[in-house]
């Protein structure tokens, strides 16, 4: 599914910070988004279609320093609820500029005529409204795990999984229905 490898950073960290070595994983996590954005520019992307993968950078540069500079930190604990505290706040956060985070990747898959019309940037809304809710639940459902039970792996696993899953089933599924229902029209 295009624009998925953008989350790529934020997966990588996940699988390497889960053994508590936050320190690694936002060193691997910085230098996989800087990769994949220096190889988007360079390809000649326009920053509306990487917004994920430049909100990786920053957050990555962030917790990187963080992690290095006190890597005890009662915020290790809580770093799978504050990926997804800031992956919110970036769907979040394009929503409310009216730039949802997912339009720039779907103007790399629909056609240029239909980038202006109220309809594209409807679905875009939508879809970032479910991906931005389910990143809102995932960051408040870890932070009660991680304050509850810190060890419970499989929940926080499980968490991850279904809250990344599902916007992505609806990304795909979405669109296809709101084609199906305009094709319908007279």
Same mark, same amino acid.
């Given at each position: !599914?295009?624009?998925?490898?953008? &989350?790529a950073?934020? #997966?990588?960290?996940?699988?390497?910070? +889960?053994s508590?070595?936050?320190?690694?994983?936002?060193i691997?996590?910085l230098a996989? =988004?800087?990769?994949?954005?220096? /190889?988007?520019?360079?390809?000649?992307?326009a920053?509306?279609?990487?917004?994920?993968?430049?909100s990786? $950078? *920053?957050?990555?540069?962030?917790?990187?320093?963080i992690?290095?500079?006190?890597? @005890?930190?009662p915020? !290790?604990?809580?770093?799978? $609820?504050?990926? %997804?505290l800031?992956?919110?706040?970036?769907?979040?956060?394009?929503?409310? #500029?009216r730039?949802p &985070?997912?339009?720039?990747?779907?103007? +790399? !898959?629909?056609?240029p005529e239909i @980038?202006?019309?109220?309809?594209?940037?409807?679905? %875009?809304?939508?879809?970032t409204?479910?991906?931005?809710g389910? &990143?809102?639940?995932?960051?408040?459902?870890? +932070?009660?795990? !991680?304050?509850?039970?810190? @060890?419970?792996?499989?929940? *926080?696993?499980?968490? /991850? $999984?279904v +809250?990344?899953?599902?916007?992505?089933? &609806?990304?795909?599924?979405?669109?296809?229905r *709101?084609?199906?229902?305009? =094709?319908?029209?007279?």
């Amino acid at each position: !599914m295009p624009g998925l490898l953008g &989350f790529a950073p934020w #997966i990588v960290y996940a699988i390497i910070a +889960t053994s508590d070595e936050w320190r690694w994983g936002a060193i691997v996590g910085l230098a996989t =988004a800087l990769l994949l954005v220096a /190889k988007d520019k360079i390809k000649g992307r326009a920053w509306d279609e990487m917004v994920i993968e430049a909100s990786a $950078a *920053v957050f990555f540069a962030i917790i990187t320093v963080i992690s290095l500079a006190a890597p @005890h930190s009662p915020l !290790m604990l809580y770093g799978p $609820a504050l990926v %997804n505290l800031w992956l919110a706040g970036t769907a979040w956060g394009s929503l409310a #500029i009216r730039k949802p &985070f997912t339009m720039g990747i779907a103007k +790399t !898959m629909a056609p240029p005529e239909i @980038h202006a019309l109220p309809a594209f940037y409807k679905v %875009n809304a939508v879809i970032t409204a479910v991906w931005a809710g389910a &990143f809102t639940i995932a960051a408040a459902a870890l +932070t009660w795990v !991680m304050s509850v039970a810190p @060890h419970a792996t499989a929940l *926080v696993i499980t968490i /991850k $999984a279904v +809250t990344f899953a599902a916007p992505a089933v &609806f990304t795909a599924w979405y669109p296809k229905r *709101v084609q199906a229902r305009f =094709a319908a029209q007279p």
